[in-house]
């Protein structure tokens, strides 16, 4: 029986298994898009692609301050001084908390700006009870490490950590807002962008992780589940390590499975497939910027037998279908998990008995 | 326990006090700067890379042992260029043209910096150009660039190329690095190395300039 996107996405989620794989992407990039369906809005791409959720990545519609137009530098909602690129996510240029005493005149965003919700409303209205509305927000350790700026924020967790700790509330107290705001207009799913791990492995030793960033993340994950919503978290970067402990913090579901940092999702679904759906892995960095259709079929049909049987698994990107993948490579990549991805999938070994 | 142990000891723990005393201290003994540089700070830094690449020291305290060995750096690095002598080296990196990715580039910039190296970071989407002018006015000892995607990667092959066009290339040495880029790549194109990550390019950078 054919289930509507929200209901495929939901069982997943369950780690039940749906009618076929489901998939969506944190971020479609408008060149990508507009090389398939020119001129169309992001809701009608998504409904023409019949894609099963419609993600509202937070950084695509936040609101800038200009400090020099020319040069692309702005200022963004939290005081950090960035420089806009090609791609949706600007560069961050300066902190904005380079000293303790900052924070005496430091104001955080307010989370309640009407204009922050307008597309997730507008979302809300097109997709409820067919299609997966997902807002994202960026994680308090990713935010913090920017508003301090990295050297100084790796520093202080060892130095002078209650700064840090301070930081992190202010950021902690915006998202759980941001976070309870978007559920009552509407949006089902909340999806906790922002790295915690590299190619090498974690950022931080576990104690600090725990202290600076699976506390703050199992903080708004319990907001999320105090109103019945699941909670996804993006983290790049080979995260093997930690999965127990990001498990723990009761996301129900984690991207990329950073292939580009060794991870193998047949290996992380052999391991943690009972316990947490799995996002991914579709390379975007090589295979969908360059390779040919046939490639991308295989790689799809290999992510599903590795890691959709019986559920379990949204394929995705290993990041984002950014500017630089080739339109008609994302088109094969949907189309294969359509094609391979309809329940029941039979594992290799089953499908040659 | 010799004084260039102790120096070691005191980055490796973080304490900058103990390491500015030492290093002050060595000074007094009459201890050539050059050596306090080369057999204290940097061999610090080394055990510290080392252990940062096998997993028992994360960026947090990489980071702060490399501002504790800075804190000794401040002090024999006036001395070394009284006496002639250069610091470290100068690395310039950046990513390449049309590529906005940033994380591991700044992370080997700090580390970089970190082991005594005078990091010129030229930020992302650097144009050919742009590395080739960095290259002419700072006269660094290793450019290092980066890509995260295939599409972005030849820009290192043609840097390398303006490079031996303008006559640089033999005054330079190249690193490069990035998830798609592997070491054949790197051969391909004519670079001097290739890092797999943050850690492995402070050892590569250090081994290139001897």
Same mark, same amino acid.
């Given at each position: 029986m054919k289930l509507t996107s929200i209901e495929r996405i939901s069982k997943t989620l369950r780690l039940e298994e749906p009618d076929c794989v489901p998939t969506c992407e944190i971020n479609i990039d408008k060149k990508v898009r507009d090389a398939i369906l020119p001129g169309a809005s992001y809701e009608d791409f998504i409904e023409y692609m019949d894609i099963d959720a419609a993600v509202y990545y937070d950084w695509a519609y936040d609101k800038y301050e200009i400090i020099d137009e020319h040069k692309g530098i702005i200022r963004d909602k939290f005081g950090v001084i960035k420089r806009k690129t090609a791609e949706i996510d600007p560069i961050p240029l300066k902190a904005a908390i380079n000293s303790e005493k900052d924070l005496q005149y430091y104001n955080p965003p307010d989370p309640d700006v009407p204009w922050k919700y307008e597309p997730l409303e507008k979302a809300v209205s097109i997709f409820k009870g067919k299609r997966a509305v997902i807002? #994202?927000?960026?994680?308090?350790? %990713?935010?913090?490490?920017? &508003?301090?700026?990295?050297?100084?924020?790796? &520093?202080?967790?060892?130095?002078?950590?209650?700064?840090?700790?301070?930081?992190?509330?202010?950021?902690?107290? %915006?998202?759980l807002r941001f976070i309870t705001n978007c559920i009552n207009i509407g949006v089902d799913i909340i999806w906790i962008t922002g790295d915690f791990a590299y190619n090498a492995g974690p950022m931080v030793s576990?104690?600090?992780?725990?202290?600076?960033?699976?506390?703050?993340?199992?903080?708004?994950?319990?907001?999320?589940?105090?109103?019945?919503?699941?909670?996804?978290?993006?983290?790049?970067?080979?995260?093997?390590?930690?999965?127990?402990?990001?498990?723990? #913090?009761? &996301?129900?579901?984690?991207?990329?499975?950073?292939?580009?940092?060794?991870m193998d999702i047949g290996e992380v679904k052999r391991i943690y497939g009972d316990r947490i759906c799995l996002i991914g892995n579709i390379d975007?960095?090589?295979?969908?910027?360059?390779?040919?259709?046939?490639?991308?079929?295989?790689a799809v049909k290999n992510c599903i037998n590795s890691a959709g049987i019986g559920g379990g698994l949204i394929c995705t990107s290993s990041n984002s &279908?950014?500017?630089?993948?080739?339109?008609?490579? %994302?088109v094969a990549m949907v189309e294969a998990i359509r094609h391979y991805g309809r329940y029941p999938i039979l594992s290799e070994v089953t499908s040659l008995t | 326990?010799?004084?260039?142990?102790?120096?070691?000891?005191?980055?490796?723990?973080?304490?900058?006090n103990q390491v500015v005393t030492l290093v002050n201290q060595a000074l007094s003994q009459g201890a050539e700067p050059q050596d306090i540089l080369r057999n204290g700070l940097i061999a610090g830094m080394e055990i510290v890379g080392k252990r940062f690449r096998g997993g028992e020291m994360f960026l947090p305290e990489v980071l702060l042992c490399a501002e504790v060995m800075h804190k000794g750096l401040d002090i024999v690095n006036p001395l070394l260029a009284k006496a002639g002598h250069k610091g470290v080296g100068t690395v310039v990196i950046g990513t390449v043209e049309g590529d906005i990715h940033d994380i591991g580039k700044r992370i080997v910039g700090l580390l970089l910096e970190g082991n005594g190296?005078?990091?010129?970071?030229?930020?992302?989407?650097?144009?050919?150009?742009t590395f080739i002018q960095a290259i002419e006015k700072h006269k660094p000892?290793?450019?290092?660039?980066?890509?995260?995607?295939?599409t972005t990667m030849p820009y290192m092959g043609k840097t390398i190329d303006l490079l031996k066009e303008k006559g640089l290339r033999d005054h330079v040495k190249v690193i490069v690095g990035g998830a798609p880029v592997s070491q054949q790549f790197a051969e391909s194109i004519g670079a001097d190395g290739y890092a797999e990550e943050a850690g492995s390019a402070v050892e590569l950078a250090n081994k290139l300039i001897g």
């Open positions: 807002a #994202t927000v960026v994680d308090v350790f %990713y935010m913090v490490n920017e &508003i301090r700026g990295m050297a100084n924020h790796f &520093i202080d967790i060892i130095m002078n950590p209650e700064l840090i700790d301070k930081l992190n509330e202010i950021v902690l107290n %915006y998202n576990p104690e600090h992780l725990q202290r600076f960033a699976l506390n703050p993340l199992k903080k708004q994950v319990d907001c999320c589940k105090h109103f019945g919503v699941p909670c996804l978290k993006h983290t790049d970067g080979n995260i093997l390590s930690i999965m127990d402990s990001l498990i723990e #913090t009761g &996301i129900s579901g984690i991207h990329p499975i950073d292939p580009g940092a060794g975007c960095g090589d295979l969908l910027t360059r390779k040919t259709g046939e490639e991308v079929r295989a &279908i950014h500017s630089g993948v080739a339109p008609k490579n %994302y | 326990m010799p004084t260039y142990d102790l120096i070691v000891e005191a980055i490796i723990a973080g304490e900058e190296f005078e990091v010129i970071d030229l930020g992302v989407d650097v144009k050919t150009d000892a290793i450019l290092g660039m980066s890509a995260l995607l295939t």
